[in-house]
């Protein structure tokens, strides 16, 4: 990649434009190069310790009795510690394992689901020669951009009508018919070498078997791409959730979280710490074992998009 | 951009075949055998399609030309052509959330990129500790708005807030309300939108800092340019796609976000933080004003659409690609 760049882009915009100085010192580091290097490095962890501020906050006041999570200067690290908060949250009155059961559902649900029948469609956009096909194509575009808030009401008003209003379908099904994931996919079935495909189709394979035996062991990465975000989207969703269900059975964990704040005088900072870090936990997991894929994940989403 | 990876895979399969190009003229002149099996492949996806988003949207449509509550059933419906539209032009608290939405958005965006740019820049760079760093600033990205609610609610608690005790111990006498605060509780939610998405705006400025060739620097450097001219006549105009999509994504996303704003203020005190989307929540889950909300959405709609195309047209004229 490096080779196809035009070397003479730089150089020629540079030419004349600043004095020489001593030519070929460029590798060699002198003082004032070193110095400037502390200080960025000095002023990035300053500034990142800020950033984790909040994050660490958090988890210190989870493992902190009441009477001392607002105690100032702030201990960051607690004494004495106390998982008492963590048994509260995960068992108590408001259970987080039961939330967590529901939110793996739905997202395993989502994830599974939206897999196949954004693969299917978009091998179909991709590979396929049918009438209408542009046309329908431009029209899930054309979605993309739609608010969110516009099919709110109307979605409540029509899951009421079907019955799914108030259970995990509400929350499942929308979440299985994707646009995002469909056009992700179509992205990246395009750059596979529509030579495989007529190699395959000489050979006697029909769309169904190249779909499944060539194109997608090749979009793993782009699979497991959309896999990852379609599973924290569905994980961290509150808003979807919250117009959506009622009964506290069926809460997603975010929701679940409210009850600890909502009812601001009846619990403690520290338990909301205790639940906050439980429903991080997972995500974090997730991308410090994934982290590679899932980088790769969101600057497929953003650049390609 | 880089060649596909895939693009490789060519080579061991074409020798034995006919060539390339024989076989895409063989495709092209028999039409697939069949071309309902298209149909039958999209159909899954097409058909949840229709009937979670094209219906829905239809049904927004209609609706934002009439008065309805849920409650009183599709009987109900009381049409009243463009009242919703007219109504609304009369309502000086759309005007007002409208201008929020303006302030929220108009700060967060711009301020979040320009955070993960400067983030992304730094840890392009030699700098220890750079895995770790890279999951310090995207930690916030992938924490769900509850668990953000919740914590943020008590750093700026109104009588224990750590964050204020902190200031008052930096010397700043009188530190802000806060949430409690019409002036601060729009910066308060502006600064939780800034920490929060500046380590998805870094992590994709690193994606397209590794695309700009070496090249272009160790000519800069052999003519003598200072980091701030290598950063002005290079990096920033190859960020500049970049930059854009971070914008419009960024623009779109918390224009429509009122999740934060549900947990934290509920659009208070007063009105102070009653943005677009906020409003649009009330008026359909709180009073029951359906039409009403869905005329709320398409203005709404409308506004993004053209604020997307005129970044479109900014951006044909501006981005430089390499």
Known sequence: ?305 | MAAHPSESVINPVTPGRPAPATGTRARRRSPLPSSWLGYLFILPNLLGFAIFTLLPLAFAFAVSFANWDVISGIDGIEWIGFGNFSDLLRDGNFWGSLKNTAVYVGFSVPLTTLAGMGVAIALNGPIPGRTILRLIFFIPFITNTVAIGAVWLLLYHPRYSPLNNGLRNLGVEDPPAWLASSTWAMPALIIIAVWAGAGYAAIIYLAALQDISPDLYEAANLDGATSWERFRSITFPLLTPTTFFLLVTGFIGASQSFGLINLMTEGGPGRATTVLSYYIYQNGFEFYRFGYAAALSWVMFAGVLLLTLFLWRVQRRMVHYE
């Open chain 1, 1 to 305: 990649m490096v080779a196809a760049t035009p070397p003479h882009v730089g150089a020629s915009r540079f030419k004349g434009r600043f004095r020489r100085r001593r030519e070929g010192t460029s590798a060699v580091m002198d003082r004032g190069t070193i110095i400037r290097w502390v200080v960025v490095a000095l002023l990035m962890w300053l500034v990142a310790m800020l950033f984790l501020a909040p994050f660490a906050w958090m988890v210190a006041s989870s493992l902190k009795r009441e009477i001392d999570v607002f105690r100032f200067p702030i201990r960051w690290i607690p004494e004495p510690v106390t998982w008492a908060n963590y048994t509260e949250v995960w068992t108590g009155t408001y259970p987080l394992t039961k939330y967590i059961g529901n939110s793996l559902l739905v997202a395993v649900a989502r994830v599974v689901g939206e897999l196949f029948t954004a693969s299917l469609a978009a091998y179909a956009f991709a590979r396929m020669q049918f009438r209408g096909r542009n046309a329908i194509f431009v029209l899930y575009l054309a979605t993309l951009i739609i608010p969110h808030q516009l099919l709110l009401v109307p979605r409540f008003i029509l899951y009421r009508e079907i019955g799914i209003y108030d259970t995990l379908w509400a929350l499942i099904l929308p979440g299985i018919f994707t646009v995002f994931g469909t056009f992700l996919l179509r992205q990246f079935f395009m750059t596979i070498p529509q030579e495989l495909s007529d190699a395959a189709r000489v050979d006697g394979a029909n769309d169904w078997q190249i779909y499944w035996r060539i194109i997608l062991p090749l979009a793993k990465p782009a699979l497991a791409s959309l896999a990852i975000l379609a599973f924290v989207w569905s994980w961290n969703d509150y808003e979807t959730p919250l117009v959506m269900l009622v009964s506290e059975a069926n809460f997603t964990v975010p929701l679940g979280l409210t009850r600890y704040i909502d009812e601001g005088g009846g619990f403690s900072a520290a338990l909301i710490m205790a639940g906050s870090v439980s429903s991080v936990l997972p995500v974090v997991v997730i991308f410090l074992i994934l982290q590679r894929q899932f980088i790769a994940a969101l600057a497929r989403s953003g650049l390609k998009g």
